[in-house]
């Protein structure tokens, strides 16, 4: 780009920086939400708990099936961003 290109964008200038901000703000956000081990540690604390008689069996039943649903999105997820 020549300088009247940049005298011309100039204006738009801290627009595009807000945007890359935001993008990666999104893009770090997605990287979080999708992390699995977060969600495996979950599943292995539950299980614990099961073992040490803090929860019965029906809640954990219900909370280990909520979790597999979110290890199996993650997982959906990943596959589907090529990862």
Do not use: C, S
Request: no cysteine.
């Amino acid at each position: 780009m020549g300088l009247l290109g940049q005298i011309v964008t100039l204006p738009v200038a801290p627009v595009r920086g807000i945007v890359w901000v935001m993008e990666k703000v999104v893009e770090a956000a997605e990287n979080e939400y999708y992390d699995p081990a977060p969600v495996e540690k979950q599943l292995a604390a539950l299980e614990r708990q099961l073992l040490a008689g803090e929860i019965d069996e029906e809640t954990f039943d219900r909370r280990e099936d909520e979790l597999l649903d979110r290890l199996e999105e993650i997982r959906a997820h990943i596959r589907g961003a090529g990862g």
